[in-house]
T-cell receptor, first 111, second 109 residues
Framework: EDQVTQSPEALRLQEGESSSLNCSYT??????LFWYRQDPGKGPEFLFT???AGEEKEKERLKATLTKKESFLHITAPKPEDSATYLC????????????FGQGTTLQVKP | KAGVTQTPRYLIKTRGQQVTLSCSPI?????VSWYQQTPGQGLQFLFE???????NKGNFPGRFSGRQFSNSRSEMNVSTLELGDSALYLC????????FGPGTRLLVL
């Protein structure tokens, strides 16, 4: 069964304290792995797509990496405005219209 | 480019009623997917429509249905509402990457 597990569930950081979020997945034929950010009461906001092991994408303080079994979202020198829930999702080759989401990691960055 | 829009943003219904939610995709996107988000279950896939045809369906009861129009706008309907249907309903449109709307918050009393 295709599934996604994210850890930790919650993470508290001081401003400037770098860390990583983990996304472990099992899927029968990975088409893509997606990272989204979701603020309270809003829809998920697209961050990155990764397609193959070894691929990396960067945007401001965020960097996403992908292996055959997991993905990491590295947050460098976070700011309070990075506080949000970060969601990881996979898309299978056999079912491209469906994203399978993890439960998310809620990040709080304190000034 | 305008993003995905959903209406209404908030709804309060009572058990047994039915509800229709609407989603307007990004211009040019032909695929629309629907998800239910709850604190306990997270984001779960409901169904996907492409060119007016349901292409994929998740594990939800038949009370949940949808349709897509020729202009790619989509609606989902939930009949005989139950308390457990209270959730944030999200739609996403895509060419390849799914872009989400702000959601409709449904409260069933």
């Amino acid at each position: 069964e295709d599934q996604v597990t994210q850890s930790p569930e919650a993470l508290r950081l001081q401003e400037g304290e770098s860390s990583s979020l983990n996304c472990s997945y099992t899927v029968s034929g990975l088409r893509g792995l997606f990272w989204y950010r979701q603020d309270p009461g809003k829809g998920p906001e697209f961050l990155f797509t990764l397609y193959s092991a070894g691929e990396e994408k960067e945007k401001e303080r965020l960097k996403a990496t992908l292996t055959k079994k997991e993905s990491f979202l590295h947050i460098t020198a976070p700011k309070p405005e990075d506080s949000a829930t970060y969601l990881c999702a996979v898309q299978a080759v056999s079912n491209t219209g469906k994203l399978i989401f993890g439960q998310g990691t809620t990040l709080q960055v304190k000034p | 480019k305008a993003g995905v829009t959903q209406t209404p943003r908030y709804l309060i219904k009572t058990r047994g009623q039915q509800v229709t939610l609407s989603c307007s995709p990004i211009s040019g996107h032909r695929s629309v997917s629907w998800y239910q988000q709850t604190p306990g279950q997270g984001l779960q896939f409901l169904f996907e429509y492409f060119s007016e045809t349901q292409r994929n369906k998740g594990n939800f009861p038949g009370r949940f249905s949808g349709r897509q129009f020729s202009n790619s706008r989509s609606e989902m309907n939930v009949s005989t509402l139950e308390l457990g249907d209270s959730a944030l309903y999200l739609c996403a449109s895509s060419l390849e990457t799914q872009y989400f709307g702000p959601g409709t918050r449904l409260l069933v009393l």
